[in-house]
Each structure stands twice: as structure tokens, then as C-alpha cells.
């Protein structure tokens, strides 16, 4: 069964520092997302991608966050600098036009100390 | 705006019990919604979803029952087993597969022996 990929699984930072994660899509998934998952609480929308565009990140704090996807294929999230509040899951999801449906990866789970 | 109202926010059942969650939803152009079980530093999985067309779908032991008119959707798990402990998510999109989940706050279930 195909999956999304994700790396690292977990990250340990401290304050301030840059840190990145990457996703891999299912094979043919146009589309790409990444979440933000607090402790109890549901994903929300950080980015869409559409291909290499964006779609929607009208919910990325741009003056930390950036996202790429720079062939159209796999995706890279960073953040810098890292605060305390960014402690949280992040998960990646791909979806395509063709079967109905969306797959998400195991998620980075990310402290920031 | 929280477009997508999820409860109970926790529910514990008995063992071969009916576990019943609701949501309801704000945005009228919403034509997909799925399901999600997530498991502790797991991403959500894909339990079952439907859309607007029909009023109820069932696979196995998970129904989704769907109210246009009241705009409410519910999950109800069947027989419920201690290995269904989780956190369920409800979750809404419109133009299926090609614009982001919205999520519920989520449900964490609890199935005693």
C-alpha cells in the first residue's frame, strides 16, 4: 500500500534554531499538505501545493515558516527560528483528482526547548 | 472561525457498546467528509467518508450518518473494541481531493474491557 513519507519522526531543537522536515508524497499525488498538529487538538492548515504552487498558505506564519515543493514532487517545511509555541506534530497529506481521498504520513513530532 | 464542531470531546464505552460521534459544519460548499482514527504519535487514517448524495454509509462496523438539511454528520462504531480506543476526527472539504481538510477537535474514545 502506497504511503506518504516522512523524515525526521522526531526533532528535538532549542529556541531559535532553524530546523526542516521533509515529506514524499504518494507517486502521482499532485496535490501536497502540511498540517499543524497541537497536542489535543485537530490538523490545521499550514500550506497547500498544487504541483510546485501554492495554493493556500494563508495560515503559514511567513515571518518564521517556508515551504517548497520545487519539482512538483517532494516537500521541504522549515522553520527559523524555532520558538517554544512550535512544539507540535506536523504532518504532510497528498490527495489527487483522480481517487477521491486524502493520505497522511506518520508525522514529525517537534519539540522546541 | 471553528467550521467544524466536533462532540463529545472525550467518550468512554463498554466493550461490544455503540460509540456514537457528532459534527456539524458551517460552510454549505463543503461535498466531502471523511473520517479519521488516529492512534497516540500515529497520523490520521482513513476510517470511512461520504458524500452529500446519500444519507447514510456503512463498512464493517462504522456508519456515517448524514443530515444536509441539519448540516450534522455523525460516526457511529458498532460493537466497539478496545483495540477502536482512539481519537476520532471528523473533517470536511469542498472539490474533494482538491482543497484542504478542515478538521473537528477531535474525540478520544476509550473502550473498557
Known amino acids: 500500500e502506497a504511503e506518504v513519507a516522512q523524515s525526521p519522526r522526531y526533532k528535538i531543537t532549542e529556541k531559535s534554531q532553524a530546523v526542516a522536515f521533509w515529506c514524499d508524497p504518494i507517486s502521482g499525488h499532485a496535490t501536497l499538505y502540511w498540517y499543524r498538529q497541537i497536542l489535543g487538538q485537530g490538523p490545521e492548515l499550514l500550506v497547500q501545493f498544487q504541483d510546485e504552487s501554492v495554493v493556500d498558505d494563508s495560515q503559514l506564519p511567513k515571518d518564521r515558516f517556508s515551504a517548497e515543493r520545487l519539482k512538483g514532487v517532494d516537500s521541504t517545511l522549515k522553520i527559523q527560528p524555532a520558538e517554544l509555541g512550535d512544539s507540535a506534530m506536523y504532518l504532510c497529506?497528498?490527495?489527487?483528482?483522480?481517487?477521491?481521498?486524502?493520505?497522511f504520513g506518520s508525522g514529525t513530532r517537534l519539540t522546541v526547548v | 472561525q471553528q467550521q467544524v464542531k466536533q462532540s463529545p470531546q472525550s467518550l468512554i464505552v463498554q466493550k461490544g457498546g455503540i460509540s456514537i460521534i457528532n459534527c456539524a459544519y458551517e460552510n454549505t460548499a463543503f461535498d466531502y467528509f471523511p473520517w479519521y482514527q488516529q492512534f497516540p504519535g500515529k497520523g490520521p487514517a482513513l476510517l470511512i467518508a461520504?458524500?452529500?448524495?446519500?444519507s447514510e454509509k456503512k463498512e464493517g462496523r462504522f456508519t456515517i450518518s448524514f443530515n444536509k438539511s441539519a448540516k450534522q454528520f455523525s460516526l457511529h462504531i458498532m460493537d466497539s473494541q478496545p483495540g477502536d480506543s482512539a481519537t476520532y476526527f471528523c473533517a470536511a472539504s469542498k472539490g474533494a481531493g482538491r482543497r484542504a481538510l478542515t478538521f473537528g477537535s477531535g474525540t478520544r474514545l476509550q473502550v473498557q474491557p
Open positions: 461520504i458524500r452529500p448524495d446519500v
Open positions: 497529506a497528498s490527495s489527487s483528482d483522480r481517487v477521491i481521498g486524502y493520505t
